[in-house]
């Protein structure tokens, strides 16, 4: 992830992953607060995946198992470790920052 205010580059942990799940982030270097756009591209993506692993998933956990039930839980337990990781990878390195305030003039 790049900083808005500092242009500072820093690697997304998965603890700063899931504690700011939401996407608002705080610079390693000058502590200053930015969050992560949310643009079509990256939604396109996120979906896209989601949806060729959810189908491929729950279609192999069917043929596996023969049961409606465990095709559901698996595909989505299947979609949750595919979509996780890309999905901080996105926020790592696709997905663009702004500042979360307006930044005020330099005095
Ligand atoms: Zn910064």
Redo the contacts with the bound molecule.
Sequence with gaps: MK?P????TFALTWKEYFREIRGRHS??????RFKLSCSWSYLAIAVLVALIIAGLATFLVARWTHSRMMAAGGGLVIVLIVLLPLDRWLDDHWRKSAPLEPDKPES
């Excluded at 610079?27 to 200053?32: D, L």
């Design positions: 900083c205010h500092c242009n500072h610079c390693v270097a000058c502590k200053r």
